[in-house]
C-alpha cells in the first residue's frame, strides 16, 4: 500500500507540474515576462534530455549543444527564408549571403522553404550526427571521461565550422530577423501564449516520453549500462545499441528544443553550440537530480529563473553566479541525486516508509517459458 | 557429444602466455570443478570461453559450433553465463531489477521498449529470489546486500538468464561456512538443469559438489578425475608441491 | 627556405605555449587522476596575479612570475584540502567539482576585479625582436620558450631525481601499498595539486602580455590543454612534450594552409578520432591488462 501511495505521489507531481506551468499564462500578461518564462521550459526540456543519458545511461554528453543548436538552424533557415521578400533584394537571398557574394541559395538551404522539412530535419540531423557519432565511440566502447571529453571536442569542430562557414551560415552573427513560425492557421509569435502553450505541451511531452522509456525494460538495461556496462554484455545485450539509442534520443529531445529556442528568440548563433550552454545544461542536471527527469527539469526552471530575475543588475547576477558554483560544487559532493532527493526523501517518509521503494504495484504480466528452478 | 569443448587453447597477455594449449571437454549437465595452484590460468580459462578475453589459438566449440570469434553478447545469447569473482551485479537497481535485466529472452532495444520495467512476470522472478533466499530482499538496492547476498543474487541472475553453461568464479569467496554450505545446495541443485563449470579453492566445497575435477597448471589441463583419483595423483601433488598441497591451495 | 623556417618557428612558438598551458593539467592528471577544469581558471588567476602586482604595486614582471607561482599554488593546495580530496576515484565527479570551483573563481574576479579586459605590459627589454637564422623572432616568445624548457626540466628532475618524485611514483602505481610502506599520499596529493595549480598559474602570468586578460581567458586554454594531455597520454612527461610539439606545428601549418578557425576545427576532429582508437594517448606506457 505504502507502494501505491509513493507512486501515485508521484504521478499527482508530476501532474501538478503540468497544471502549474499550462496555468502561467493565466496570471502574466507581460509578454516579456511570459518569454522569458518559455525560454526557462526549453531549458528545461535540454536538463531532461541530459538526464536521459547522463542520469540513466551513464553518458555524460558535454557537447548536448550540438543537437540543440543544429536543431535552432534548421529552424532559423526555414524562417529566414520566409523573410526573404524584406530583409533583401531581388536575388531572394538571405540577407547575410548577399553582404558575403553568395549569388545563388546553396543547395542545403533550398529544401528549407517548406516548413515541414525543416521540422523534420531539426529532429533528424542532430539525430543522424548522434547516431554517427554514438556508432563511432560506443562500438569501440569508449566510457567514461573519454565519452565527455570527445562530446566536449566536437561540440568545439561543430561550433568552429559554423563560425567558419560564414557565406553559408552567418558566421558568429548567425541568423537573425527571423520571421514568425505559421503553423495550422496560429501565428507563434515569440511573445505570444500560443507559443508559450507549444512550448509547455513539448516539455510534458518530453516529460511523458521519458518516463516511458524509463520505466520499459530498455530504460531498467540503460541503468544497468549505467552500473556496469560490462556486466551487462555477459547477459547477452548489445550495449552499444542501448547506448546509442539513449544518446540519440537525447540529441533528438535536444534539436526539438532547439527549434523551439530559435523561434521563441528569432534568431539562431554560434552561442547556442557554446561550451558555456553546454555545460550549463550539465550544472541544471546536477543541481535538480540528474537521475530524475522532472529533477532535472526542475533545475534549469530553478537556476535559470533565478539567473534571469537577477540579470538586470550586473552585481547581484555575478554574486548568483557565484552561488550557484558553489551550490554546483556542494551538490556533487554532498548530494548527487540532486535537490530532488530531498524531495524523494520528504515522501518516502510522508508515506511512513524510510527507503525510497520501486513502483510495482500491478498484477504482474503472465508470460510463457519456465525457469529453470529446481 | 560433449557441450563445450577447448582444444588447444592460447592465450597471451602482452606477452605472457596465460594458456598454452588448454584441452577441456565438459558434458551436458555436468558439474565441473576447475582446480589448479594460483596463476594456473582458471580464470582466463573462464574468461576465454565467455569471450572477456581473446584467444590467440586453438578453437573453442560450444554445441559444435566455434565461439572463438565472437563478441561477449553474442556468446551470452548462445546460452552462456558467467559469474565473476568480485560479485558483480547492478548496485542501484533492486534485487528484482536485477533479476529482471539478467532474464535476458529478448535483447533487441525496441523489443524492450515495449517490455515494462515493472513487470514481465513478477512472480517467476520472486519464486527465483526465494530459491536464493532473497525474497525478503526482493525490493532493496542490490548495493545494500551483503556479500554472501550479492553472490547469491548473482548466482540467481545466471538462473534467470536461463544459461545452459553457467561459469562460476571462486563463488564462495569471503563466504562464511554456513553461507559456503548454503552456495554448495545451491550449486547441487542447478547441476542436471544446466552445466556448471566452478573455479573453487575450497576442497570441502569442491568435495561436497563435484563429480569430475579438472586440474590445471601453467595453462594447461593437467589431470583429471574424481576427487579421489586427484589426490593421489604424484603429478597433481608436484604442481601443488610448496603451497602446503591440494587441501591448503 | 626563410618561410619554411619561419612556419617550423611559428609552430614551435604556439607549441611552447600549448606546453606550458598543459604542463600543470598533465602533472595533475597523469599522478592523480583528476581531470581538473578549473585549470584555465588557476591560468587566468595566474594573469590577475601579474596585472595587479604590476599595476598596482610596481612590480617588476620577472619577480612576478615566481610571486604567482607561490599564490596560485597555495589557492591550487586549498582547493586540494577542501574538495578534491573528497573525490578521489570519481573521475566524472572531478570534472563537475572543479568546473564549479572554476565559476567560482571566474565570478570572484568578476566582482573583485570587474568585467572589463585588463592588460600587462610586457617588460620594455623583451619587446625587441631576436634576429635568428635569417628570421625575426620576438624576444618574448623566446623567453616563453626557454621558461618552457626550464619548467619540464625542473619537473622531470622532480618526479625522477627527488625523494619527492619517488613516493610520488609509488603513489600513483599503487596508494594503497605505498600507504603501508608509511607514504603520507594526502600530503603527496595536495603537493602534486598545488604544484599543477602553480604552473598553471605561473603558464597564465606568462601569456597575459600576449593577449588581453579577462575573467573568461581561461576556457580557451583548458581546452587545448586537455588536447595536448589527452593525445600525449596520460601517464607519461615525453607524451605531453611531443604531442605539444605536434600539435603546435600542426595547427601553424593547418592555420597556414586554411584559417585559424579550420585549423583548431581540424585539430580537434583529429584528436576525437585519437581517443577513438587509443584513448591511452599516442604515448602511453603499455599496461599488462587486468
Request: hydrophobic share 50%; charged share 15%.
Amino acid at each position: 500500500m505504502r507502494q501505491i501511495f509513493v507512486t501515485r505521489g508521484w504521478i499527482l507531481g508530476y501532474a501538478v507540474f503540468a497544471l502549474a506551468i499550462l496555468a502561467v499564462p493565466l496570471f502574466i500578461d507581460d509578454p516579456y515576462l511570459l518569454n522569458k518564462l518559455a525560454r526557462y521550459l526549453i531549458f528545461g526540456i535540454l536538463a531532461a534530455a541530459l538526464s536521459l543519458s547522463w542520469g540513466y545511461t551513464g553518458i555524460l554528453n558535454l557537447g548536448q549543444a550540438v543537437s540543440f543548436g543544429l536543431g535552432s538552424y534548421c529552424m532559423a533557415m526555414t524562417l529566414k527564408l520566409r523573410t526573404i521578400p524584406i530583409q533583401t533584394g531581388a536575388e531572394g537571398l538571405p540577407d547575410f549571403m548577399v553582404w558575403n557574394n553568395v549569388k545563388m541559395l546553396p543547395w542545403f538551404w533550398e529544401p528549407f522553404h517548406s516548413t515541414a522539412f525543416a521540422i523534420a530535419a531539426g529532429i533528424a540531423v542532430p539525430v543522424v550526427v548522434a547516431l554517427l557519432l554514438g556508432w563511432f565511440v560506443f562500438r569501440a566502447r569508449v566510457a567514461g571521461v573519454y565519452v565527455s571529453i570527445i562530446t566536449l571536442a566536437m561540440l568545439v569542430v561543430v561550433n568552429l565550422l559554423i563560425i567558419d562557414q560564414q557565406r553559408f551560415t552567418g558566421g558568429f552573427n548567425g541568423l537573425t530577423d527571423l520571421a514568425d513560425l505559421k503553423l495550422f492557421g496560429i501565428d507563434f509569435d515569440p511573445y505570444s501564449g500560443a507559443t508559450y502553450y507549444l512550448i509547455a505541451f513539448s516539455l510534458i511531452a518530453t516529460l511523458i516520453i521519458g518516463q516511458l522509456v524509463i520505466r520499459s525494460k530498455t530504460g531498467l538495461i540503460m541503468q544497468a549500462i549505467r552500473d556496469d556496462e560490462t556486466r551487462v554484455r555477459y547477459f547477452g545485450y548489445d550495449v552499444a545499441r542501448y547506448q546509442i539509442f539513449a544518446f540519440s534520443l537525447s540529441a533528438g529531445i535536444s534539436g526539438f528544443a532547439g527549434m523551439l529556442y530559435a523561434m521563441v528568440m528569432a534568431f539562431a548563433s554560434p552561442t547556442f553550440l557554446s561550451v558555456q550552454l553546454s555545460l550549463s545544461i550539465v550544472i541544471w542536471c546536477a543541481v535538480g537530480g540528474r537521475a530524475s527527469l522532472i529533477g532535472a527539469a526542475l533545475g534549469a526552471l530553478l537556476v535559470t529563473g533565478i539567473q534571469g530575475s537577477l540579470s538586470e543588475t550586473p552585481a547581484f547576477l555575478n554574486t548568483w553566479m557565484l552561488i550557484m558554483g558553489a551550490l554546483f560544487v556542494a551538490v556533487v559532493l554532498f548530494l548527487p541525486k540532486g535537490l530532488i532527493s530531498i524531495l524523494n526523501f520528504g515522501m518516502a517518509r510522508l508515506a511512513g516508509d524510510t527507503a525510497m521503494t520501486d513502483d510495482d504495484d500491478e498484477v504482474p504480466l503472465a508470460h510463457g517459458g519456465k525457469l529453470g528452478i529446481g | 557429444m560433449s557441450l563445450l569443448d577447448l582444444k588447444g587453447v592460447e592465450v597471451q597477455f602482452s606477452g605472457f602466455r596465460a594458456l598454452r594449449g588448454l584441452d577441456l571437454s565438459v558434458s551436458a549437465g555436468e558439474l565441473r570443478c576447475l582446480i589448479g595452484p594460483n596463476g594456473a590460468g582458471k580464470t582466463t580459462a573462464l574468461d576465454v570461453i565467455c569471450g572477456r578475453a581473446r584467444a590467440s589459438g586453438g578453437d573453442i566449440l560450444f554445441d559444435g559450433r566455434s565461439i572463438r570469434r565472437f563478441e561477449e553478447h553474442r556468446i551470452a545469447r548462445l546460452g552462456i553465463g558467467r559469474k565473476f569473482q568480485v560479485p558483480s551485479v547492478f548496485r542501484e537497481l533492486t534485487v528484482r531489477e536485477n533479476l529482471h535485466v539478467a532474464r535476458s529472452r529478448r535483447t533487441g532495444v525496441f523489443a524492450n521498449l515495449g517490455v515494462r520495467a515493472a513487470g514481465g512476470g513478477a512472480d517467476d522472478l520472486e519464486k527465483l529470489a526465494e530459491f536464493v533466499g532473497l525474497k525478503e530482499s526482493f525490493r532493496r538496492e542490490a548495493g545494500t546486500l551483503s556479500h554472501g547476498q550479492t553472490q547469491w543474487l548473482e548466482i540467481a541472475m545466471l538462473v534467470a538468464q536461463d544459461a545452459q553453461l553457467i561459469l562460476l568464479d571462486e563463488p564462495t569467496a569471503g563466504m562464511t561456512t554456513g553461507e559456503t554450505r548454503k552456495t554448495a545446495e545451491l550449486c547441487k541443485r542447478l547441476k542436471g538443469r544446466h552445466t556448471l563449470i566452478v573455479v573453487e579453492h575450497d576442497m570441502g566445497f569442491i568435495k561436497e559438489i563435484g563429480d569430475v575435477i579438472s586440474v590445471m597448471h601453467q595453462g594447461r589441463l593437467l589431470a583429471e578425475g574424481t576427487v579421489a583419483e586427484i589426490e593421489n595423483d604424484p603429478e597433481v601433488r608436484d604442481a601443488y608441491l610448496g603451497s602446503g598441497g591440494i587441501s591448503g591451495a | 627556405m626563410t618561410d619554411l623556417l619561419n612556419q617550423i618557428l611559428t609552430g614551435l612558438s604556439i607549441a611552447s605555449i600549448l606546453l606550458l598551458v598543459s604542463l600543470g593539467l598533465a602533472i595533475i592528471y597523469g599522478a592523480m587522476g583528476v581531470i581538473n577544469l578549473a585549470h584555465g581558471d588557476f591560468l587566468m588567476l595566474g594573469a590577475y596575479a601579474v596585472w595587479l602586482m604590476e599595476s598596482v604595486f610596481g612590480l617588476g614582471f620577472l619577480p612576478c612570475l615566481i610571486l604567482v607561482f607561490f599564490i596560485v599554488g597555495a589557492v591550487g593546495w586549498l582547493v586540494e584540502r577542501t574538495l578534491i580530496r573528497h573525490l578521489y576515484g570519481r573521475p566524472l565527479d572531478t570534472i563537475l567539482a572543479t568546473w564549479g570551483v572554476g565559476i567560482i573563481l571566474q565570478q570572484g574576479i568578476r566582482l573583485g576585479a570587474g568585467a572589463q579586459l585588463r592588460y600587462v605590459k610586457m617588460p620594455d627589454y623583451l619587446v625587441s625582436p631576436i634576429h635568428v637564422f635569417g628570421v625575426d623572432i620576438s624576444a618574448y616568445r623566446v623567453l616563453i620558450f626557454a621558461v618552457t624548457i626550464i619548467l619540464v626540466a625542473i619537473t622531470y628532475l622532480l618526479i625522477f631525481r627527488t625523494g619527492f618524485g619517488i613516493r610520488l611514483r609509488a603513489v600513483m602505481q599503487n596508494a594503497e601499498i605505498a600507504r603501508c610502506f608509511g607514504i603520507n599520499n594526502a600530503r603527496i596529493y595536495s603537493l602534486t595539486f598545488a604544484y599543477g595549480a602553480g604552473l598553471a598559474g605561473l603558464a597564465g602570468a606568462l601569456v597575459s602580455p600576449l593577449k588581453s586578460v579577462s575573467p573568461d581567458m581561461g576556457t580557451n586554454y583548458v581546452v587545448d590543454a586537455f588536447l595536448v594531455v589527452v593525445s600525449g597520454g596520460v601517464q607519461s612527461l615525453f607524451g605531453t612534450v611531443a604531442s605539444a610539439g605536434i600539435i603546435g606545428e600542426m595547427s601553424g601549418g593547418f592555420a597556414y594552409l586554411w584559417n585559424d578557425t579550420l585549423a583548431r576545427a581540424l585539430l580537434f576532429f583529429l584528436v576525437v578520432v585519437l581517443i577513438r582508437f587509443r584513448p591511452q594517448g599516442l604515448f602511453a606506457m603499455q599496461l599488462r591488462r587486468g
